[in-house]
């Protein structure tokens, strides 16, 4: 049996539309070695659940937050425009000069530093930047993301992820629709200190926000 055929679906406690699939097993990313790959494909992808998804992510931001500009992350661009909309529906302020929200997705260069270009540069200085990413779990990502928007003059105004097993990260309270509770057998593990390694587990497959390729 293949590590797919595991799968199983969770649906978001915010929101019953909403649902990923999470499967058990021995998966390494850039950062760290996790026990369970969660699959947002379809999260992230189908219309309906995008907007749904938009939608319980804006009910954080709606009554206080500031927002300018969507800093979309791990390939959340169809959610981060259901975003954008939702925030301006319900009148979230915005000090951008035609009250509109951008929707921007940082380049990461060839030693893999997250850099925005020229041509993007103004709608991140001076603006507030809500992060919009798939998953944080070791936070390097957030952090990374964070070091950049300051670099640049921007202000953060928040972040929200699909997953995230902090719920705060480098001082910021990360804002999810799936936490750490909703899958109780979740670990992460440095590369060095993997217990799966050490008991001679192979790893199944090296994953990331795109998906995953087996080994």
């Not at 990313?29 to 494909?41: G, L, V």
């Not at 009250?99 to 940082?106: R, S």
């Not at 705060?168 to 979740?186: N, R, V």
């Not at 993997?194 to 795109?210: D, H, L, R, T, W």
């Amino acid at each position: 049996m293949t590590f797919e055929h595991q799968a199983m679906k969770v649906y978001s406690k915010y929101n019953n539309m909403v649902s990923i699939n999470v499967i058990p097993g021995h998966f390494a990313t850039n950062h760290s070695h996790i026990t369970h790959y969660i699959d947002m494909t379809t999260l992230k992808a189908r219309q309906s659940m995008a907007r749904a998804a938009a939608k319980s992510i804006a009910s954080e931001y709606v009554a206080s937050t500031v927002v300018d500009t969507i800093v979309c992350m791990d390939g959340t661009e169809v959610i981060g425009s259901y975003l954008a909309e939702e925030l301006t529906e319900c009148g979230i302020m915005s000090m951008n000069q035609h009250k509109a929200i951008y929707v921007v997705t940082p380049e990461f260069n060839s030693v893999g530093q997250m850099i925005f270009r020229d041509n993007l540069q103004p709608m991140i200085k001076g603006k507030h930047i809500l992060f919009l990413l798939a998953s944080a779990t070791t936070g390097r990502t957030v952090e990374r993301s964070l070091e950049c928007v300051s670099y640049y003059g921007g202000i953060v105004a928040g972040i929200s992820a699909i997953f995230s097993a902090n719920e705060e990260i480098a001082g910021q309270k990360i804002h999810t629709l799936f936490h750490i509770g909703d899958i109780p057998e979740y670990k992460t593990y440095p590369h060095n200190a993997c217990p799966y390694c050490q008991a001679g587990k192979k790893i199944e497959a090296i994953v990331n926000s795109y998906g995953y390729s087996k080994l």
